[in-house]
């Protein structure tokens, strides 16, 4: 048995604004993310890098069990070959995989299995999803953690007004040897980071998010 100890939580974070604005400015920022797929090479320090990570390893996680590893691949010869590996799966997914539904879904994103955004831009973040903790022990809500902690990863980056794409050829298992990861390391996403291209595009369409009303529900709906 370890007997818990606490600590007073005597200094909370205070927003120097209201909780309405605070948030409100909050969503300024990340309301303005998009998914880029054309990068620049211009260069990100790695010590933005390793702040971003901070932010995400400060999520929160099943039993503190930090289900996470955050590899920064910088190197061109890895980033190079991550390419070939992704652009391997992305063939056999336009190709043959995906269903006509899913083909169709992809039409307005303009998507096709080319990949050189993975050499080009300065960064590409793989995140791994820890199975067990690196001495053996157990890990709990692994799937949960580990989403947050890469939504705050992508959330930090939009606030250091760096680019990102989550981008998920699948299946991943070709990043584990690529990169030298032991088997209790699971590919989750692949996130290329850096700044947009100058002459970068967006998809239109994507930038329309439903009514909140839509999302967000208050209480039982009403019954009529
Ligand atoms: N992984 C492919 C296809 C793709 C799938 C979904 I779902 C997207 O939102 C975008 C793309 C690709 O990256 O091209």
């Known amino acids: 048995m370890v007997a818990p100890t606490f600590l007073p939580h005597d200094q909370p974070y205070v927003p120097p604004e209201t909780p309405e604005r605070a948030a409100q400015n909050l969503h300024a920022i990340l ?90 831009a300065p960064w590409l973040v793989v995140v791994f999803k820890l199975n067990q903790t690196d001495d053996g022990g157990r890990v709990y809500y692994a799937e949960q953690s580990i989403g947050i902690a890469t939504g705050m990863f992508l959330a930090a980056a939009q606030v250091a007004g760096l680019a990102t794409l989550t981008h998920t050829p699948s299946p991943m298992a070709f990043l584990g040897p690529i990169l030298d990861r032991p088997e209790h390391e699971k590919p989750y996403m692949l996130i290329p980071v850096g700044f947009p291209a100058d002459d970068c595009e967006v998809p239109a369409h994507a930038v329309v998010r439903r009514p909140l009303a839509e999302s967000m529900v208050i209480d039982r709906p009403k019954t009529s």
């Open 31 to 120: 309301a303005q993310r998009r998914s880029v797929r054309q990068f620049s090479d211009r260069a990100v320090s790695l010590e933005t890098m390793q702040w971003l990570v901070r932010c995400a390893c400060s999520a929160p996680s099943g039993a503190n069990k930090q289900p996470w590893r955050f590899i920064c691949v910088q190197n061109p010869d890895l980033k190079r070959q991550i390419r070939h590996g992704a652009e391997a799966e992305e063939r056999a997914l336009y190709e043959h995989r995906a269903s006509e539904q899913w083909l169709k879904d992809l039409e307005p994103l303009g998507t096709d299995a080319n990949k050189d955004f993975l050499e080009i």
